[in-house]
């Protein structure tokens, strides 16, 4: 299948070091585009550095470890301009998200706010920082990518926050899409199913059968990072150049 080349192009993935990020770089680098990376694990960062190190780029991935808030993420930003004295980015996904399960009955402000903070506000304000002036790449056009979930379409008990904040995400990308068109930047999401991921299966610790409950729920089966990343790396090309303000779902069939 034709993919056209990325060379030349520089891409922010905030959340770097989950399952979906980790393949949406090494995706985005085996097309020749150059990356920053920004997560909150440094010893994670470092090895998904060195793993992306035989593709064929032109500049090594630059990476920074730090919170998805917005001074963090705009000093990252500077500090990759700076170093490797480039006119700006061309775009980014935002995959930085926190999952926890809580019942109506559990839930406090303080667990409201926490996940709003990284699955939502993050993603405003890191939306805000590759659509302004100072970090756009002046002589190409810019595409935001946000990781939402079908549970922003489709509810599951104890993880009616988690929904709510993706559903947040996709509300917020078809909004931006319209206000951000005249600048050239196109804003989309991705809502991906219940992938067969190493933080997924460890849930069988705590409900076993799980994973196999999930597999019969999406007619094809559960997928892989890998099939995300492939969604993300459409929207962020000049493939999909005509296309904003949508939101892609990657499920199998779940919600068919």
């Known amino acids: 299948m034709f993919e056209e080349s990325m060379r030349g192009r520089w891409y922010v993935i905030a959340g770097a070091t989950s399952g979906v990020g980790q393949s949406i770089a090494h995706r985005l680098a085996k097309r020749g585009a150059s990356l920053l990376l920004m997560g909150r694990n440094a010893k994670k960062l470092d090895g998904l550095t060195e793993s992306l190190a035989g593709y064929d780029t032109e500049q090594a991935p630059f990476s920074l470890e730090g919170d998805m808030i917005e001074s963090a993420m705009k000093d990252s930003l500077e500090k990759c301009l700076e170093k490797r ?37 993050g993603g405003v304000l890191f939306t805000k920082l590759l659509a302004s002036k100072r970090f756009r790449n002046p002589q190409q056009s810019t595409s935001i990518v946000h990781i939402a979930s079908i549970r922003a379409l489709q509810g599951e008990v104890g993880l009616g926050l988690y929904g709510a904040s993706k559903a947040a995400l996709v509300a917020l990308s078809k909004a931006l899409s319209r206000e951000l068109a005249a600048s050239e930047c196109r804003v989309n999401c991705v809502s991906p199913g219940w992938l067969d991921t190493e933080m997924n299966r460890s849930s069988e610790a705590h409900s076993p059968g799980l994973m196999e409950k999930m597999r019969q729920l999406h007619p094809l089966g559960l997928g892989k990072a890998e099939d995300v990343a492939s969604a993300v790396c459409f929207l962020l090309s000049d493939e999909a150049r005509w296309i904003t303000g949508t939101n892609l779902i990657v499920d199998g069939g779940f919600i068919a």
């Open 85 to 121: 004295g480039i006119a700006g980015f061309s775009g980014g996904v935002y995959c930085a998200g926190i999952a926890p399960s809580f019942s109506l009955r559990g839930t406090g402000q303080e667990a409201i706010e926490s996940i709003l903070r990284v699955n939502f506000i």
